[in-house]
């Protein structure tokens, strides 16, 4: 079985995070393994206070991990503060980690910050370059760019998308997801590799509750690239498991409710009660 490592924060109702990222790896055919490197408290409402792990701790956790385990892709999410990007970083080079995946978590979706501004130039210069797949939404790719001096300061069309991800590549990552979800109309994904655009087109869901969608498809690209698939159908497989969870996503709590890590496999099961 392949092994899939996530390094990134815990969110406590389990809908983002490392417990999303864990549940997406299981739904997706790989054993997954973490590596905390924040708590949260968190819940569909909203991100309440965080608590940072100190780097050594994290240092040690990941030792763990690539001395007793081979490790066939790493998903990197939360990291909020230069000293744990650093950490990360030397100790992903020491290990020679393949198949990075990249979601550079910025901003909560009730707006708290979850990387702070002086860590921005960190994992710019310090995650971005050994990534094979970096996964920003537009906001987040936005803040990439401006941190770089980009002159591209807005985001609102396909072709600003294909111009934003092809700035982005420029940082050293092998790929970019650049995520059309917060764009108006038909959600749509572009990836570049440095030499093609590739589009991925899917109906947008009218649903409050997409908690953790950022971590669940970035989670899904990594154990389908641990799998074998190339990044295009890495994304395309991911694409489709997202969207189902989307389509059959939780109305739990008073705020915006998680995806459905596990609908293909309750219904296969015969456990859903809906």
């Known amino acids: 079985m392949k092994k899939v490592l996530t390094i990134a924060g815990s969110d406590s109702c389990g809908g983002a995070g490392i417990q999303a990222d864990l549940k997406a790896f299981s739904a997706n055919g790989v054993y997954g393994m973490s590596v905390i490197a924040a708590i949260t408290a968190q819940n569909t409402q ?14 040690a956790q990941i030792d763990a991990i690539f001395t007793d385990i081979e490790v066939d892709a790493v998903k990197i999410g939360m990291v909020s503060i230069a000293s744990t990007i650093n950490a990360i970083s030397h100790k992903l080079q020491q290990y020679k980690a393949q198949r990075i995946v990249l979601d550079p978590v910025m901003i909560s979706k009730s707006g708290y910050a ?4 002086e860590a921005k130039s960190a994992l710019i210069k310090n995650l971005v370059p050994y990534a094979y797949v970096i996964t920003p939404n537009i906001p987040e790719a936005l803040e990439i760019l401006k941190e770089v001096g980009s002159k591209i300061k807005v985001i609102e069309t396909v072709e600003q998308m294909e111009a934003g991800a092809k700035e982005i590549y420029k940082l050293g990552c092998k790929n970019v997801l650049l995520k059309g979800g917060h764009m108006e109309g038909e959600a749509v994904d572009v990836l570049y590799d440095g030499k093609e655009l590739t589009y991925f087109h899917s109906e947008r869901i009218p649903t409050k509750n997409t908690h953790g969608t950022g971590c669940t498809l970035s989670s899904a690209i990594a154990a389908n690239l641990a799998l074998g698939c190339s990044i295009k159908e890495a994304v395309s497989r991911a694409k489709q498991y997202i969207t189902t969870a989307i389509e059959h996503s939780l ?3 008073h705020g915006c409710g998680p995806t459905h890590h596990f609908y293909e496999l309750y219904k296969k099961g015969g456990l859903l009660n809906d």
């Open 114 to 117: 979850l990387l702070k501004p």
């Open 251 to 253: 109305d739990i709590g």
């Open 46 to 59: 909203g991100v309440f206070a965080v608590q940072d792990i100190d780097e050594e701790i994290i240092k």
